[in-house]
């Protein structure tokens, strides 16, 4: 099916259905079937034709899903920007997207004048126009274009087809088992695709979409139980907060069903203290760069936390990969018969290739005569499933050792007073040095010195160790390693960011 298609099964099925809350507005299947409807015809006739690509500037808005659907329901390529990121950054990649037209909420109004260039802009409130026939969308036609960071300063588009997402949603239909009734979180903003998911797997089983203003975000346990959220999916980051603020205590979230990570690595602490706040909960992690359409792994952890397999680095496991993907991991020396190296994955949910082909150089490799995309990170097969070791780049060469990150980071985190930490090589040349930065108790850095030193070679041990009450966050939620080095006095950044 197509990606609006998923969507439309849902009007036909239980039209009168919540489909949306969002803004203290409940929308059902069948108004934002017509929003979406009178907005794509408007669009085809502010273009004039078929739109290449629509751009969303909206964010958490009743705009913003009905900008989506109406961009699909047009026959558009779908670009998700956001109003708050900076105005020549969203123009660009409007250009390199090739944006006919711009949906627009109250924020994006505000700047869509710098962004739009030659794009129509459209408002939600203006009136309906009868849309053309719906287009036919294959297989191989592109559902939405989402930018990642490139490691050259430039945006790296990534065009996910129809195929790649029918294929994903598939997996979580008959995995999740969705249905009218359940409530499902949008934590995620919609440059970020495990939007993807809420939405989607949200309105393929009928269920409402409940949308959190940023603010409720802060307060995840008074979200989940005020809404009454069933299916919770966000960064790891969150547990962090939701500790921090003393909010997780056992039984907090009675009503919660399912509660998914992604995004970053989730600790067994981080899990723990979730999987008890929330014990009717199924939890699980999951694990998917953009260019393998959301997540491509999952591990649901054992309901006995007694079960849970102790991993080399304190993480929970990120699974094995979905049944219909195909994986291996590729050594230092291009083998694939060991049990350590980088996850590279071929499949369904595989994207066909970067908007720029420029950028597919080095992102493919191919095996036994079958082309597999490279993720960049390193995974260890770990009591029979896969554990994520962090980035290939975020291993440092320090006085000719290697070493990394991740295994001080867990030392520090195994600490009773340590909720998070991060460890950064900072520095250039010679004067590359270790610094951890770490939440929970203030004082202890000694105490977490002398634990490193108690359970680390002596080049592993930080040479400095600073407190901060909370680690930064990008926009997506996840820890952010560069606003975390200049943080602790390197405005230039750090080796083993991401």
């Given at each position: 099916?197509?990606?609006?298609?998923?969507?439309?099964?849902?009007?036909?099925?239980?039209?009168?259905?919540?489909?949306?809350?969002?803004?203290?507005?409940?929308?059902?299947?069948?108004?934002?079937?017509?929003?979406?409807?009178?907005?794509?015809?408007?669009?085809?006739?502010?273009?004039?034709?078929?739109?290449?690509?629509?751009?969303?500037?909206?964010?958490?808005?009743?705009?913003?899903?009905?900008?989506?659907?109406?961009?699909?329901?047009?026959?558009?390529?779908?670009?998700?920007?956001?109003?708050?990121?900076?105005?020549?950054?969203?123009?660009?990649?409007?250009?390199?997207?090739?944006?006919?037209?711009?949906?627009?909420?109250?924020?994006?109004?505000?700047?869509?004048?710098?962004?739009?260039?030659?794009?129509?802009?459209?408002?939600?409130?203006?009136?309906?126009?009868?849309?053309?026939?719906?287009?036919?969308?294959?297989?191989?036609?592109?559902?939405?274009?989402?930018?990642?960071?490139?490691?050259?300063?430039?945006?790296?588009?990534?065009?996910?087809?129809?195929?790649?997402?029918?294929a994903y949603l598939a997996h979580c239909r008959d995995r999740y088992r969705v249905a009218p009734g359940d409530r499902l979180s949008q934590t995620f903003d919609l440059t970020f695709d495990p939007s993807v998911f809420d939405m989607f797997v949200a309105w393929g089983g009928g269920a409402t979409l409940v949308v959190p203003q940023p603010d409720e975000v802060l307060t995840p346990?008074?979200?989940?139980?005020?809404?009454?959220?069933?299916?919770?999916?966000?960064?790891?980051?969150?547990?962090?907060?939701?500790?921090?603020?003393?909010?997780?205590?056992?039984?907090?979230?009675?009503?919660?069903?399912?509660?998914?990570?992604?995004?970053?690595?989730?600790?067994?602490?981080?899990?723990?203290?979730?999987?008890?706040?929330?014990?009717?909960?199924?939890?699980?992690?999951?694990?998917?760069?953009?260019?393998?359409?959301?997540?491509?792994?999952?591990?649901?952890?054992?309901?006995?936390?007694?079960?849970?397999?102790?991993?080399?680095?304190?993480?929970?496991?990120?699974?094995?990969?979905?049944?219909?993907?195909?994986?291996?991991?590729?050594?230092?020396?291009?083998?694939?018969?060991?049990?350590?190296?980088?996850?590279?994955?071929?499949?369904?949910?595989?994207?066909?290739?970067?908007?720029?082909?420029?950028?597919?150089?080095?992102?493919?490799?191919?095996?036994?005569?079958?082309?597999?995309?490279?993720?960049?990170?390193?995974?260890?097969?770990?009591?029979?499933?896969?554990?994520?070791?962090?980035?290939?780049?975020?291993?440092?060469?320090?006085?000719?050792?290697?070493?990394?990150?991740?295994?001080?980071?867990?030392?520090?985190?195994?600490?009773?007073?340590?909720?998070?930490?991060?460890?950064?090589?900072?520095?250039?040349?010679?004067?590359?040095?270790?610094?951890?930065?770490?939440?929970?108790?203030?004082?202890?850095?000694?105490?977490?010195?002398?634990?490193?030193?108690?359970?680390?070679?002596?080049?592993?041990?930080?040479?400095?160790?600073?407190?901060?009450?909370?680690?930064?966050?990008?926009?997506?939620?996840?820890?952010?390693?560069?606003?975390?080095?200049?943080?602790?006095?390197?405005?230039?950044?750090?080796?083993?960011?991401?």
């Amino acid at each position: 099916m197509s990606l609006y298609q998923w969507f439309q099964h849902s009007v036909t099925r239980v039209p009168e259905a919540v489909a949306l809350e969002v803004d203290g507005e409940s929308v059902t299947y069948r108004r934002l079937r017509d929003l979406a409807d009178g907005l794509a015809g408007r669009i085809h006739a502010e273009v004039g034709r078929r739109p290449r690509a629509v751009g969303l500037l909206a964010a958490r808005s009743l705009p913003a899903y009905a900008g989506y659907l109406a961009a699909l329901r047009a026959g558009a390529v779908v670009v998700p920007l956001n109003p708050a990121f900076p105005p020549a950054r969203n123009a660009r990649l409007c250009r390199d997207a090739g944006v006919d037209a711009l949906v627009l909420d109250a924020a994006g109004a505000t700047v869509a004048a710098e962004v739009a260039g030659d794009a129509a802009t459209l408002r939600l409130d203006g009136p309906p126009v009868e849309p053309p026939p719906v287009p036919r969308a294959g297989p191989d036609d592109v559902a939405y274009l989402l930018f990642t960071s490139g490691s050259t300063g430039r945006p790296k588009g990534v065009p996910i087809r129809h195929g790649n997402v029918d294929a994903y949603l598939a997996h979580c239909r008959d995995r999740y088992r969705v249905a009218p009734g359940d409530r499902l979180s949008q934590t995620f903003d919609l440059t970020f695709d495990p939007s993807v998911f809420d939405m989607f797997v949200a309105w393929g089983g009928g269920a409402t979409l409940v949308v959190p203003q940023p603010d409720e975000v802060l307060t995840p346990v008074r979200f989940v139980n005020e809404r009454r959220i069933t299916h919770w999916f966000s960064v790891p980051s969150v547990v962090s907060l939701a500790r921090r603020m003393r909010m997780l205590s056992p039984g907090a979230m009675p009503g919660l069903r399912h509660s998914l990570f992604a995004g970053e690595q989730l600790t067994s602490d981080q899990a723990r203290a979730w999987a008890a706040a929330a014990p009717g909960s199924v939890v699980e992690n999951l694990y998917g760069p953009t260019e393998l359409t959301v997540t491509c792994t999952a591990h649901r952890v054992p309901a006995d936390p007694a079960r849970w397999p102790a991993t080399s680095n304190g993480t929970v496991p990120i699974g094995d990969v979905h049944a219909d993907l195909d994986a291996i991991l590729r050594a230092e020396d291009g083998s694939t018969d060991g049990d350590d190296g980088e996850l590279c994955v071929r499949g369904p949910q595989c994207f066909a290739g970067y908007l720029d082909p420029a950028d597919d150089e080095s992102r493919f490799v191919t095996h036994a005569g079958r082309r597999y995309y490279r993720t960049g990170d390193r995974v260890r097969r770990e009591h029979g499933t896969l554990v994520h070791h962090g980035r290939l780049d975020d291993q440092v060469k320090l006085r000719g050792y290697r070493i990394e990150l991740g295994e001080i980071e867990m030392v520090l985190r195994g600490h009773p007073g340590v909720q998070d930490a991060v460890v950064l090589a900072l520095g250039t040349g010679d004067d590359v040095a270790l610094q951890a930065v770490y939440t929970g108790v203030a004082g202890i850095a000694a105490e977490l010195t002398g634990r490193c030193a108690d359970r680390l070679p002596g080049y592993m041990v930080p040479a400095r160790i600073h407190h901060v009450a909370a680690l930064p966050t990008n926009g997506n939620g996840k820890t952010d390693r560069r606003r975390t080095a200049a943080l602790v006095g390197d405005p230039g950044g750090t080796r083993g960011a991401r």
